[in-house]
């Protein structure tokens, strides 16, 4: 099972087998191979690891965005994405692009559409003010492209996840 690491800003692949004997094996992505075991110790935070024959003590929690992993004195945070969920980060990434729908956040009342059919956008341009809860709300262009649909009406109410512009890759 492959393994997409990012430690202090740097993303590393690890890749996991087992040997004929059964013993674990991580791959790294430079080529580098390291025999692993481990053993939960404990209330299932602390792990006592052996790496190419050197024993390590470790603690391991899940916090935003990853483990916080305390080892030899030090404290870091890694972000862990397996196969799976690396594919569906590429799918969301690439779903981006292409028709965009922009949606009401909450219900409201359209004041001003900003923008015509055919208008070429930027991330963050205004394209549409709500009125919500005596508030006037931009709501902007969430990246490039260009307006191809426009269902907001000036004095017209909205429910929150209304359809209000639709955008295209420009």
Request: glycine share 10%; hydrophobic share 55%.
């Given at each position: 099972m492959k393994y997409y690491c990012d430690v202090l800003g740097r993303e590393r692949t690890f890749t996991f087998s087992k040997t004929e004997e059964g013993s674990l094996v991580a791959e790294r992505d430079d080529g580098?191979?390291?025999?692993?075991?481990?053993?939960?110790?404990?209330d299932g935070s602390a792990f006592s690891v052996m790496l190419d024959g050197h024993s390590l003590d470790c603690l391991v929690e899940r916090v935003r965005g990853g483990f916080a992993v305390q080892l030899m004195g030090e404290r870091i945070v890694v972000a862990v994405q397996d196969e799976r969920e690396k594919a569906a980060e590429r799918v969301a990434v690439a779903k981006a692009g292409g028709k965009r729908p922009i949606e009401?956040?909450?219900?409201?009342?359209?004041?001003?559409?900003?923008?015509?059919?055919?208008?070429?956008?930027?991330?963050g341009d205004t394209l549409v003010i709500l009125e919500a809860m005596k508030m006037q709300n931009p709501v902007q262009a969430d990246g490039p492209g260009k307006v191809t649909k426009i269902l907001a009406v000036p004095g017209k109410p909205v429910a929150g996840g209304d359809l209000l512009v639709e955008l295209d890759d420009a």
């Open positions: 580098e191979r390291f025999h692993v075991d481990f053993s939960l110790v404990g009401a956040a909450m219900p409201g009342v359209v004041i001003e559409v900003k923008v015509a059919v055919g208008d070429v956008v930027e991330e």
